[in-house]
T-cell receptor, first 116, second 116 residues
Framework: GENVEQHPSTLSVQEGDSAVIKCTYSDSASNYFPWYKQELGKRPQLIID?????GEKKDQRIAVTLNKTAKHFSLHITETQPEDSAVYFC???????????????FGKGTHLIIQP | DAGITQSPRYKITETGRQVTLMCHQT?????MFWYRQDLGHGLRLIYYSAAADITDKGEVPDGYVVSRSKTENFPLTLESATRSQTSVYFC???????????????FGPGTRLTVL
């Protein structure tokens, strides 16, 4: 089955600096790669996603890049702010019969700390 | 986010007891999922369902049973709870279809289960 590795497990950056979180996946059939943000005690919330036919996607301060050949994708957050502090999870779709994201395999998470 | 709810939010039970966690969504989403979240493991897929009466195993299905007699409900049952099933359980849903807009999974608020 799919295996997703995520690094680093903890990332501390100064407010205003950029943060980069990297993930690799194993199943070349995966075609959907979301990133979720989870604050303490809350549910995961989607912040950005990318499909396999796209190499990069940007939404304001957040961007995701995908390298299908190398099977890795990254989350980039620029001009970090205190409210960006949270745990971030990458995920890759599990191929199923439905044609869409029939379940996700998640990385183990990155605890992002924004230092004031 | 009131569209997907879970009950109970907190549950304490004893080893060997049967426990059912409820998940209800009001969006008429075709797909529903159950994940468990443990420190050091991220989120792991237990079971998913593509439609009423269609279910499939995820990464960690052992010890769990699901059913889906109605589109809006997807209960998860632990037939004989074990301490290793102490975890936070998240239900999620997404619309059916395979286009780009159908991939996002929406998570419920979670159920914190403790097995003594």
């Amino acid at each position: 089955g799919e295996n997703v590795e995520q690094h680093p497990s903890t990332l501390s950056v100064q407010e205003g600096d950029s943060a980069v979180i990297k993930c690799t996946y194993s199943d070349s059939a995966s075609n959907y790669f979301p990133w979720y943000k989870q604050e303490l005690g809350k549910r995961p919330q989607l912040i950005i996603d990318i499909r396999s036919n796209v190499g990069e996607k940007k939404d304001q301060r957040i961007a995701v890049t995908l390298n299908k050949t190398a099977k890795h994708f990254s989350l980039h957050i620029t001009e970090t702010q205190p409210e960006d502090s949270a745990v971030y999870f990458c995920a890759a779709s599990i191929k199923g019969s439905g044609g869409g994201a029939d379940g996700l395999t998640f990385g183990k998470g990155t605890h992002l700390i924004i230092q004031p | 986010d009131a569209g997907i709810t879970q009950s109970p939010r907190y549950k304490i039970t004893e080893t060997g007891r049967q426990v059912t966690l409820m998940c209800h969504q009001t969006w008429s989403h075709s797909y529903m999922f159950w994940y468990r979240q443990d420190l050091g493991h991220g989120l792991r897929l237990i079971y998913y369902s593509a439609a009423a009466d269609i279910t499939d195993k995820g990464e960690v299905p052992d010890g769990y049973v699901v059913s889906r007699s109605k589109t809006e409900n997807f209960p998860l049952t632990l037939e004989s709870a074990t301490r290793s099933q102490t975890s936070v359980y998240f239900c999620a849903s997404r619309p059916g279809g395979s286009g780009a807009s159908y991939n996002e999974q929406f998570f419920g608020p979670g159920t914190r289960l403790t097995v003594l």
